[in-house]
C-alpha cells in the first residue's frame, strides 16, 4: 500500500505567547504544495522503517512515522506489524514538514493496509496526537490552522499559485528556532500578542492575485531562522533581486520560499536560484495540491 503526500508551506505564521504546556497559540496558514514524499506500507513481521533518501531521517522507534503506525495499531488493537518504506523528496529538517507528512501518510496507509476503515475525523485525532503539522498533511489544500497549529479550517482558493523553493544545507530544529524566537522577543522587550489571522492573506488566496499574496506573506520565526543561520538573509535577497513577488523561510526554516507570477517565471526564478550558488538543490512546485493520496 503506497501513499503520496506534500509538503506545506506556511503562508503566514504568527506566533503568540507561550501557554502553560509550553506550547505557543498560532495562526499557521497552511498551504500544500507539489513536493511530495511516498510511504510504502506491506505486511511483516515486526514494525521497521527504511529510508531513500538524504541522510539524518532516524529508522527507529523514534521516527514519526513509525510512531503513527504504532499509534493506529494501538487505537485498533493489533500489533504494529508492518515494514515502512519512505521515499524522500520533501527537505529533512527543513521547514515543510517533511516527518508530519510521513507521519500522516503512514496513518493511512497502515488504516487501508489493515482494514481498519477509519473515519478521516479519527484519523486527524489521532494526527494531532502525533504532532501539529500532521493533521494538515491529511487534509492538503489550504488552511489555518489555530491552537498549536491542529484545529484546522480550509480556506477558499482560486487559481494556482507557483513556487520555487532553496534547499540549505542541513536542517534547523523546530524546537532551537522557537526557543530562539522567544528569547530575541526577551531580549528586545517584545510583547507576544494574540495572533489573528490576515485578512489581505485571506483576500489574495481568495481572488487568485498573486502579487497580493507575496506582499502578505508573513513568518515570525523568520528572524529567529535567520539569528541562527545568517546565511538566509543573502539567499532571501537572490530570490527578490531575482524578481520574486515574495520570500520567506518556510516554517522553522532553513528552506526559503519564493512566490512566482507564472510558471515560465517560476522556471526563471529557479535558474537564478542555481545559478546564485547558495542553495543545496533548487526545486519549482505549484500549490495548493491534496493531502495524503493512496497511489
Known sequence: MTVRVPAKVNLQLSVGPVRDDGYHDLVNVFHA????DEVTAVPADALSVTVDGPAGVPTGPDNLAARAAALLAEHVGRRPDVALHIR???????GMAGGSADAAAA????????EARLDRETLLELAARLGSD???ALLGGT??????????TPVEVTGEFHWVFGYADGGLS?????????RLRAAGEQDSVWPEVSDDLMAALKTGDAEALGRALHNDLQPAALSLRPSLRDAL????????LGSLVSGSGPTCAFLAASLDHAAELAAALNDSGRFAAVRPASGPVPGVTLV
Open 88 to 94: 524522500k523528496d520533501i527537505p529533512v529538517a527543513g
Open 143 to 152: 488552511a489555518v490552522g489555530l491552537g498549536r497549529g491542529e484545529r484546522l
Open 107 to 114: 496513518l493511512l496507509a497502515c488504516d487501508v493496509l489493515w
Open 33 to 36: 504544495v507539489s513536493l511530495f
Open 237 to 244: 535577497a537572490v530570490g527578490r533581486d531575482a524578481g520574486a
Open 134 to 136: 500532521v493533521p494538515f
Open 174 to 182: 523546530t524546537p532551537a528556532v522557537y526557543a530562539e524566537c522567544d
